[in-house]
Structure formats: C-alpha cells, structure tokens
C-alpha cells in the first residue's frame, strides 16, 4: 500500500498557467485657478499708479497635475478691457502681462516661463518636460505712463474694465 501511495504521487499531472498583468497609462491634466483668487482687481489708486502701473502676485494662482511633459498657455477672452459705463472706449488687453513663478508646494521639477502680453490669442507662459503635481504664483502687471488717465467716467466710481483671463493646460 505505500508502495501505491509513492505510485500516485510521482502520477500527479502538473499544469501551469499564465497571466498577462498590464499597467495602462492614460494622461491625465487638470488646472485649476484657486477658489480664492479668482478675481483680479488691478486698481490705481493713486498719482504713482498711475504714472508708474501697478501690478499684483497671486499666490499659488494655479494648480497644475500633469502625467508627463506640459504648456501652459494664456489669453483674454476679448482682445479690449470694457466698461458698462464707457463703452465707447476700452483697455487693450497687450497693456497687461502675466508672469509666472514657483509656487509653494513641493517638488522641485524643472520649468520654463516667459512674461506673456496678453491678447485674444494663447501665448506660451510656462512648459516642462516632466510631469508634475504643483501649483504657480501668477504676478499680473498693467502700464502706467498715464495711458488711463481719461478712462475714468463719473457714472461709474470706480471705473470697472474687465475680460476673462483664460488659462489652458496641454501635453508636451
């Protein structure tokens, strides 16, 4: 009997079997402009502003996730700044450029950022060759040199131009 019980053993049929195991990759991007600061008020208050433009950093303006390589463009929605209250007149959205810079989450991946003149057409403000989770300091400035002198109207205190600033994220 243990004689058969070696038999029955070494009779065991073997089977092996395989499984394909993939990792799939789909790229994902998203940019989102902070809640807090959705609204940029660029306000000259005074002779200096003026004469000299003004300008205001946003803090962690935008956050970014990118899987792989990006650009980050910007544009206006409309190439002129208008007012309710003048509208025969309006800003030209190339008096104010956007500039990025590292904000303040982690990571220390590399990217390129130029000043961008706004228009209605999308310009290049920041790329990276490598993906990333981060967030960008926005500075917005406007000129100076008196340009806005005689676009301040009675009817309006204070005189309000606006445009939407539109910001998009895509592969590099």
Known sequence: MLLTALFAKNLTAQSDGAAVL????????TLTINTADQTVNLEYRTREDYSKGVSLNKENHLQIYSTGGYVIRVKTADPRLQSAANSAAGIDAGDITVTASKGTTTGYESFISAPVQLSASFGELISS???ASKAFNINY?????NKYLNLF???QNPTVYTTQVVYSIEPQ
């Open 153 to 155: 109207t009675k009817n």
């Open 22 to 29: 993939n990792i799939v990759l789909h790229p994902v991007q």
């Open 129 to 131: 060759p490598a993906g």
């Open 141 to 145: 400035t406007a000129k100076g040199d």
